[in-house]
T-cell receptor, first 117, second 112 residues
């Protein structure tokens, strides 16, 4: 069974540009969540999608957006990039929607490492 | 805001010594998960604890969930070089509108 696939793995952008990252979840997984990982802030929750609907959102500015397609693949977009957006962006998929005591083990992809110059 | 803190931030141990990382939340958690991230890798799920006071073991790893469901710990007995990495706890916060909030992580390095 293929794992979570994220593309691209590495990318370099300049301030003001925008970027789109892609995530293909494990087959059969309908929940996709995104995290930003930086050395200083750890893993910060961006948003979660389930069945094409955004179920939850973290405390990030509106420049960060995402969507999920009918095949559960997800994309996240960051517009007007800032230097502080340099980070590893991790996508994680889960078999079911993330909620409380229901098993919500996350399967992470390798991440997309974004460098903003 | 709601946070999940871990201590220590860094831990260096001699191979064979024990290691413990502690996870504390400002609010009650629905349940808690633990993940391990090897250097250059991605987080990998280790375990989930749901019940108050729950204790689970995986070989040399012992996980505990506090009675008040606000804290958790991971203890590794007789560390090995393969234990190197960052250990994260992740707690479900916000009954009815849960978000999985990751702790700040504890980076473990092993001195051979």
């Amino acid at each position: 069974k293929a794992g979570v696939t994220q593309t691209p793995r590495y990318l370099i952008k300049t301030r003001g540009q925008q970027v789109t990252l892609s995530c293909s979840p494990i087959s059969g997984h309908r929940s996709v969540s995104w995290y930003q990982q930086t050395p200083g802030q750890g893993l910060q929750f961006l948003f979660e999608y389930f069945s094409e609907t955004q179920r939850n959102k973290g405390n990030f500015p509106g420049r960060f957006s995402g969507r999920q397609f009918s095949n559960s693949r997800s994309e996240m977009n960051v517009s007007t990039l800032e230097l502080g957006d340099s980070a590893l962006y991790l996508c994680a998929s889960s078999l079911i929607a993330l909620a409380g005591s229901i098993t919500g083990e996350l399967f992470f992809g390798e991440g997309s490492r974004l460098t903003v110059l | 805001g709601q946070q999940v803190m871990q201590i220590p931030q860094y831990q260096h141990v001699q191979e064979g010594e024990d290691f413990t990382t502690y996870c504390n939340s400002s609010t009650t958690l629905s349940n808690i998960q633990w993940y391990k991230q090897r250097p250059g890798g991605h987080p990998v799920f280790l375990i989930q604890l749901v019940k108050s006071g729950e204790v689970k073991k995986q070989k040399r790893l012992t996980f505990q969930f506090g009675e008040a469901k606000k804290n958790s710990s991971l203890h590794i007995t007789a560390t090995q070089t393969t234990d190197v990495g960052t250990y994260f706890c992740a707690g479900w916060i916000g009954f009815g509108n849960e978000k999985l909030t990751f702790g700040t992580g504890t980076r473990l390095t092993i001195i051979p």
